[in-house]
C-alpha cells in the first residue's frame, strides 16, 4: 500500500503499517475516514514498522504534535505568570520553545491501538515504558480519540500520560497515586486549558448516557481521586491552571437547573438508596467547580505587595463570572441533587 509523508511524497508500506499510520494522523487531526474499524478490529501480526514507515510516524510526529498543541489551545492569546511576571500572547510568545520528546513508548501505544480490539468490553491493555512529555501530550490526543469512538474501557492503557489521568480521569481506575507537576507540565497545562475542559465535557457527556447506579458513582469516585491529586500538586505560584474546570462545568450548571438533567439515562429499578448515590454522585462537575471556590478565597486575600499576587489576580479574573453568583447556583444544584425528593419525583430513565 502507499502513504502520504509529511513532505507530500508517496511511500509504499505495508497494509499494518498503513493502519497504524492512519491511527496516527486521526490523533493528530488528520482526517479520521475508517479510524473507527481500525480501532475495533484486530491484526493478529502486528510487526514493528520497518524503516519507510517508521520514518513516517516519526516525520508526522514532528510536524503535527506542535501543530495540534497549537490548535488544541497553545494558539489562542491568554495569560500567565512566569517568575512572578505577567506575560501575555500565544503559547510561544510567553515561553520559550518548548521540546517534545518522543519515545518507543508512543509507539507501543500505537501498535497496540492498530493490533487490539478497542470496543470490547474488556479489551486488551498493554504496559508502557514511562512516557516523555511528547509522549504524554500524544497519549493525551490518542485518548481523545478513543472517547468520541466509544473505545472508553482501553484508556487504563494510555494512564502513564499526566495529561491522560487529568483530562480523563474520571474514566479510569479510581487510584491515590501522588501526581507531579514539573515547568514543562506547567506550560501544557497552560496551553491547554480548553483541551481539559472540552476533556471533562466529554467524560460528563459519557456519564450521562449510564442506566447503572454503580457505573456513575464510580465514575465520581475516580473524578474526586483525580483532583484530590491535582490540586496537592498544583503549584502555589499557578492556581490559574486550575480555571479549566470552571469553563468545563459553568455551561451545565447555568443550563441544568433539574436534578434528572444529571442523570437521564439512569434507570428507575433497584435500591433507592443506589439510585439516591447515583443521583448526587453525577454532580461531579458541580463539585468540582466549588474546589475552585477555595483557591479564589485565597487568591482574593493576597495583597498587591505579596508574592503570588499577580497569579491570584490571573485566577481571579479568570473566575469573575463564579464570583457573581456561579459558586452559589452550583452549591444549590449539589443540595437538589442529593435530596431524596430528586429520586422519587424527578423521570429518571424507564422502567427496565
Do not use: N
Amino acid at each position: 500500500m502507499t502513504a502520504l509523508a509529511p513532505t507530500g511524497q508517496v511511500a509504499r508500506v505495508a497494509p499494518s503499517e498503513a493502519a497504524q499510520l492512519r491511527i496516527l494522523r486521526a490523533t493528530l487531526g488528520l482526517g479520521g475516514v475508517g479510524v473507527d474499524a481500525l480501532l475495533r478490529d484486530t491484526f493478529l501480526a502486528l510487526p514493528a514498522m520497518r524503516p519507510t514507515a517508521a520514518a513516517l510516524a516519526r516525520e508526522t510526529l514532528r510536524k503535527r504534535l506542535p501543530f495540534e498543541l497549537a490548535r488544541r489551545g497553545g494558539g489562542r492569546r491568554a495569560r500567565c505568570v512566569h517568575e512572578g511576571i505577567t506575560r501575555e500572547g500565544r503559547l510561544w510568545e510567553r515561553h520559550a520553545p518548548l521540546s517534545l520528546p518522543i519515545s518507543p513508548a508512543t509507539e507501543a501505544a500505537l501498535r497496540w491501538m492498530t493490533a487490539s480490539p478497542l470496543g470490547a468490553f474488556e479489551p486488551p491493555r498493554v504496559a508502557l515504558d514511562p512516557p516523555r512529555l511528547g509522549d504524554e501530550l500524544w497519549m493525551l490526543f490518542a485518548a481523545d480519540l478513543l472517547v468520541r469512538h466509544g473505545c472508553v474501557a482501553a484508556l487504563p492503557s494510555l494512564a502513564p500520560s499526566r495529561l491522560v489521568r487529568l483530562a480523563f480521569g474520571a474514566l479510569l481506575p479510581r487510584t491515590e497515586a501522588a501526581l507531579s507537576i514539573d515547568e514543562p507540565l506547567v506550560i501544557l497545562l497552560e496551553a491547554l486549558q480548553p483541551e481539559l475542559a472540552r476533556a471533562w465535557r466529554l467524560v460528563e457527556e459519557h456519564r450521562r448516557a449510564l442506566r447503572a447506579p454503580a457505573a456513575i458513582v464510580a465514575i465520581d469516585a475516580a473524578a474526586e481521586a483525580t483532583l484530590d491529586a491535582f490540586f496537592a500538586a498544583l503549584p502555589p505560584d499557578a492556581p490559574y491552571l486550575a480555571a479549566f474546570l470552571g469553563e468545563a462545568a459553568a455551561p451545565y450548571v447555568a443550563r441544568d437547573r433539574a436534578p434528572a438533567a444529571w442523570a437521564p439515562a439512569l434507570s428507575r429499578s433497584g435500591p433507592l438508596a443506589e439510585r439516591a448515590a447515583a443521583l448526587r454522585a453525577a454532580g461531579t462537575l458541580p463539585r468540582a467547580a466549588l474546589r475552585l471556590r477555595a483557591l479564589a478565597a485565597q487568591s482574593g486575600a493576597t495583597a498587591f505587595f505579596d508574592e503570588g499576587y499577580a497569579s491570584a489576580q490571573l485566577l481571579l479574573s479568570s473566575l469573575e463570572p463564579w464570583r457573581e453568583g456561579g459558586f452559589r447556583d452550583a452549591e444549590a444544584l449539589l443540595a437538589r441533587l442529593a435530596s431524596l425528593d430528586a429520586v422519587t419525583a424527578s423521570p429518571l430513565g424507564e422502567p427496565s
